[in-house]
């Protein structure tokens, strides 16, 4: 890669970082099974399981299943529960933007507040408060044009 890099040949080293990741992605060794059923225990979870116990859960160890994940997924057991934790909040101000924020934080497993208004900038890029005013402007539009919503009375 390195000749193809000084030599300025994009398409070269392009080609052959391709062909490196191919060959690294085929000799991954992963359990689709333990896969599967981790991660289908976190999304039942809601994220909120600690990946000690999800480990447990799967009878191996914490290392064995961040290994797996690892060479599955590309990230961590750990991203994937933060990840589905901020699904269900943001779900949540998506379906009722004037809920309560620490009542939301609490039910979906964050410590505190502080935590999930870092976690749900880090994958939104918004605070849990900017978004859910940015979903009450949406809907208050939305009705002035006249479309009515199913959960309204």
């Not at 039942?44 to 599955?72: H, M, N, W």
């Not at 101000?93 to 208004?117: I, K, M």
Request: aromatic letters at 10%.
């Amino acid at each position: 890669l390195e000749p193809a890099v000084r030599a300025e040949d994009a398409q070269a080293a392009t080609g052959l970082l391709h062909d490196y990741l191919i060959e690294r992605a085929l000799h991954a060794q992963f359990d689709p099974a333990l896969i599967q059923s981790a991660a289908q225990q976190l999304f039942a979870e809601k994220g909120r399981i600690p990946i000690s116990d999800l480990a447990a859960y799967c009878q191996v160890s914490t290392r064995q299943l961040e290994r797996q994940f690892g060479a599955s997924m590309g990230q961590s057991p750990k991203f994937l529960a933060r990840l589905v934790r901020f699904e269900e909040a943001r779900e949540r101000l998506w379906r009722d933007p004037q809920t309560n924020l620490a009542s939301v934080a609490r039910e979906c497993g964050y410590t505190d507040q502080s935590h999930f208004n870092r976690e749900f900038k880090r994958f939104s890029n918004r605070t849990p408060r900017q978004f859910a005013d940015e979903m009450l402007a949406t809907y208050g539009l939305v009705r002035s044009l006249g479309v009515a919503f199913v959960q309204d009375s």
